[in-house]
């Protein structure tokens, strides 16, 4: 199976500061990687798809790019309700698999 | 609006079934592929399985092979998950969640249930 490496496991930022985050696969998923967004005690949420689709109702402020096996998911102005965890997800091959997360805390 | 609502969760000995229903509302749902994504406690996504619009395709994770099985009934607009040979680390909240496009299936998943808690635990 494809495996999802992400990093950092924790970026530490202040509000209006810019992400980056970071997905590797172990193999190219060409461009059918996907980025999650999830709160404590709430559903994951759709942000980016196939690398730099934004889904539905997304602000403009979250991005995505890559293929291959590098892809990035850029936040360009932290708001505060950004602060949360980060999954990436390739559908490139079966079983869909996701990465660890990378946590976005408050600096 | 889109509505996904999980139930049928709850505390099952090491061994025992459970069968998990996702109610849908608000979209064409013979149309697109479900899945079920699953998260341990403190833990990340795993992806559990997939079942197609028509429910002609069924996928899963190695983890549950033999073991689960997905099924719909479109003309309820329902989505079942039976897990059997339960084990403790099946442990986890469990979402319902579909394809962000119909037609197809394999596809980033745009909504998402609350989750059910399944506790497997002697």
């Known amino acids: 199976e494809i495996v999802l490496t992400q990093s950092p496991a924790t970026l530490s930022l202040s509000p209006g500061e810019r992400a980056t985050l970071s997905c590797r696969a172990s193999q190219s998923v060409s461009g059918y990687l996907a980025w999650y967004q999830q709160k404590p005690g709430q559903a994951p949420r759709l942000l980016i798809y196939d690398a730099s689709n934004r889904a539905t109702g997304i602000p403009t402020r979250f991005s995505g790019s890559g293929s291959g096996t590098d892809f990035t998911l850029t936040i360009s102005s932290l708001e505060p309700e950004d602060f949360a965890v980060y999954y990436c997800q390739q559908r490139s091959n079966w079983p869909l698999t996701f990465g660890g997360g990378t946590k976005v805390e408050i600096k | 609006e889109v509505q996904l609502l999980e139930s049928g969760g709850g505390l099952v000995q090491p061994g025992g079934s459970l069968r998990l229903s996702c109610t849908a509302s608000g979209f064409a749902f013979s149309t697109y592929a479900m899945n079920w994504v699953r998260q341990a406690p403190g833990k990340g996504l795993e992806w559990v399985s997939i079942?197609?619009?028509?429910?002609?395709?069924?996928i899963y994770a190695d983890s549950v092979k033999g073991r689960f099985t997905i099924s719909r009934d479109n003309s309820k607009n329902t989505l079942n998950l039976q897990m059997n040979s339960l084990r403790a680390e099946d442990t986890a909240v469990y979402y319902c969640?579909?394809?962000?496009?119909?037609?197809?299936?394999?596809?980033?998943?745009?909504?998402w249930g609350q989750g059910t808690l399944v506790t497997v635990s002697s």
């Open positions: 969640a579909k394809d962000v496009k119909g037609g197809s299936y394999g596809y980033a998943q745009d909504y």
């Open positions: 079942i197609s619009g028509s429910g002609g395709t069924t």
